[in-house]
């Protein structure tokens, strides 16, 4: 596996690059037809919803029509593929996650793309953090209640996941991980299914989307712990972090701009100052908050900078896990 430091270096290097260079092949005006944005989540997720917020506003900045081309399935792969081998001309955008930079590449021997190579960091967009809901029979109100019920009865609590090497995943490993527990893992095909079966109590626990869970939370269908963020989540600041009882427990989901290695260097810098511009509008950072999370800022190095140590730090997790993608 390639260091994490040569995987920074590249990742910087090449968002470096794009800014000097001028070529005058593409002196002409930048958009001259409509862009097409790929969103790794079916019409109506939170990527989509973004997605479709920043493909508007880019597309009154830039005056040419921003198309969302929604890919969901195989936790990103499939869209990451698809952007991989889009033409690098500046028409295609990819909504990369997490699951894109930081999972696939650690978990699944054989993608179908070139993790560290393909893409381009360009801004990233948004972070969010889950919250870890039980269903109210649980006998427990606390994370530290959780806990120590799971030692008293190592692998008699199961939690619920979207999927083996999602985010949501590696949240519920990493809590036991790092709280010396054992909860047994049920992946689902989705969110949305593995959060009823909690609701049903078929299973205990799940962590996942504070805009999913949010109505059931207000319901009395399940009950919330905390949030897996580093701060408290912003649409549910009663709760506390489980890093507040777990030291050193973070996971957020965050979502970025990228876009296919060999994207003319102008091109690039045009996109970022567009991203910049338009995560800077008071709208937008009202609109992004009130998805649930938490607005991002930053160019294409720093973000590519914040790839490579997610990268790092989920690997670790996923080695102590020994979390593997089937081929």
């Known amino acids: 596996m390639k260091t994490p430091t040569a995987f920074l270096l590249r990742l910087i290097s090449v968002a470096a690059l794009a800014l000097p260079m001028a070529p005058t092949a593409m002196a002409q005006a930048y958009p001259t037809k409509p862009i097409r944005l790929i969103v790794p ?26 198309v969302v081309e929604n890919r969901p399935g195989a936790a990103g792969l499939l869209a990451a593929e698809q952007a991989a081998r889009a ?32 893409f381009i960091p360009i801004s990233r967009i948004a972070t969010a953090s889950n919250v870890l809901v039980v269903n109210p029979a649980l006998p427990v109100k606390s994370v530290a209640d959780l806990v120590k019920l799971a030692k008293a009865s190592p692998g008699s609590i199961n939690y619920a996941s979207a999927g083996i090497a999602t985010p949501a995943h590696l949240a519920g490993e990493m809590l ?5 527990i054992k909860m047994t893992h049920v992946p689902y095909k989705g969110a949305a299914p593995a959060l009823l079966d909690v609701i049903a109590g ?22 919330a712990l905390a949030t897996t963020g580093s701060q408290r989540n912003p ?32 091109i690039v810098k045009q996109l970022e100052a567009e991203m ?43 080695s102590k896990a020994g979390i593997v993608l089937a081929e």
Do not use: C
């Open 41 to 66: 989540d079916a019409p109506g997720g939170s990527p989509d919803v973004l997605g479709r917020l920043l493909a508007q506003k880019l597309a009154d900045s830039m005056g040419q029509q921003i």
């Open 87 to 118: 033409a690098p001309d500046g028409y295609t955008l990819f909504m990369s996650t997490t699951s894109v930079w930081a999972i696939l590449p650690s978990v699944k021997k054989n993608l179908p793309y070139d993790a560290d190579n393909a």
């Open 176 to 180: 036991n991980l790092l709280a010396d």
């Open 276 to 318: 910049t511009k338009v995560l800077a509008l008071p709208d937008v950072h009202e609109r992004i908050t009130r998805l649930g999370v938490v607005p991002a800022t930053g160019g294409g190095q720093a973000f590519a900078a914040f790839i490579a140590a997610e990268r790092k730090r989920l690997n670790d997790v996923i």
């Open 202 to 223: 078929n299973v205990q626990a799940i962590l996942t989307g504070p805009l999913a869970a949010g109505p059931h939370i207000a319901n009395g269908k399940v009950t």
């Open 235 to 266: 649409s549910l600041p009663e709760l506390p972090t489980i890093a507040e009882t777990v030291p050193g427990y973070e996971i957020s989901q965050s979502w970025g701009i990228t876009v296919p290695a060999g994207t003319p260097a102008p």
